[in-house]
């Protein structure tokens, strides 16, 4: 499995991934979830990635071929598509194109092919946006009211999100959020693995103002995680009941 | 959906369960999911369920008939089970047996007719027992490694019970624990809903020692989960990175 999340903020999105992949519970293994795609000051795009590692990476693979051979038309370039919700459509039929024909070949395994993403970028003169893309194509939107996405394992690391963040949490609170949220799903599921990729587009910069892969031994990220231990505790010891 | 948890812990048995039940996400209904069986001083049992409200009520009800009728020879008798592993049998067997009934009823439409259950229980002379019945019938057992079972939405709860509870846990603090597990449910599930159902069940006492239905104006798990929220809050902010 997988966890990633991605924050709409009023300062900017904040987007965190798991690297950990398995086929079975044996077969473990380290693949990046998250690709970023930016033609500095006029466009940057983040892609985060859950589901079958085989249906993602040939959708992705199908989106780099769009950029470098946009003349081609098979899959439009989304570095040149006019809008991010023209980006959104253009993943979500790649994808369910993909997954149409990986599917037609696995009909006789019952392995499943689902996988779904979350896109999240700016153009230049355009909004932030940030899209959930469903295993079928089509996607659904964050707004002020829900300011995150979550694909994969997402309910261990959703009451942490509920509870701090809305659109005016600053950059730095989301980093924390978005790492508190992976920390208590990592605790929970072992499918869910470090290292983590980390990334931070800033409002109206259309660059990644930040990106960073946070590994097992980070000290700070296990100094956060045992800080956060402690104060669940001792908030649980300190309730009256 | 449903949440139920359950702790065995040296000081005795704690159980927690919601009562929202929904067909459908516009049919909505307050249905018990915590039962009990008692003979004081002798044995005790308390059975937590999810999953299929057809499928947890006709097998809870073939259960009771068992008791009422332990001649029949249809259902055993749970009250008369020499251990607590005959009666997690036997709640497998009825549970399986029921379900394979209501599915072949049902083959034509495509609802689940899954459930699972928590039995809980201690017979003078033997050991505090806890088992989680899968919709197979078979169970597994909790242990001291791992000292708690769930039932129905179990993630949004799982980080805090992976937290704060050992075999040695209080059985005030595994109240407080159960509660903030729920309360965690309860923030990011609608399918989840107070009132809640409480017992506990203390160390060779084979009696219900608490029992305890927490409503939703309940002003205590208000100021907890108030007070939660703030504790959440506060060490989110303490916390540097």
Not at 150 to 172: A, F, N
Not at 211 to 240: H, P, T, Y
Request: one cysteine or more.
């Amino acid at each position: 499995m997988t966890y990633c999340v991605g924050l709409l903020l009023k300062a900017g999105m904040v987007l965190l991934s798991d690297t950990r992949t398995n086929a079975g519970l044996d077969n473990i293994a380290t693949y990046r979830k998250m690709f970023t795609f930016e033609e500095p000051g006029e466009r940057c795009i983040v892609i985060l990635t859950a589901g079958s590692l085989s249906v993602t990476q040939t959708t992705l693979a199908q989106l780099r071929e769009g950029i470098e051979h946009p003349e081609t038309e098979e899959t439009p370039s989304i570095m040149q598509a006019h809008t991010m919700l023209d980006v959104a459509e253009i993943v979500g039929n790649t994808l369910a194109s993909v997954r149409q024909d990986i599917d037609a070949k696995m009909q006789a395994s019952k392995v499943s092919t689902a996988a779904s993403m979350i896109v999240a970028g700016q153009r230049r003169g355009g909004a932030m946006r940030m899209f959930l893309v469903y295993p079928e194509g089509n996607f659904i939107e964050a707004t002020e009211d829900t300011p995150y996405l979550q694909i994969g394992e997402h309910k261990y690391g959703k009451p942490i999100l509920d509870r701090v963040v809305t659109p005016d949490t600053s950059l730095d609170d989301a980093r924390k959020a978005v790492l508190l949220s992976m920390d208590s799903t990592l605790r929970s599921n072992l499918s869910v693995g470090m290292p983590l990729d980390f990334a931070v587009v800033e409002k109206d910069a259309c660059r990644l103002s930040r990106v960073e892969r946070i590994e097992a031994e980070n000290e700070s990220f296990r100094a956060m995680s045992q800080a956060w231990s402690n104060a669940l505790r001792d908030g649980f010891q300190k309730i009256e009941i």
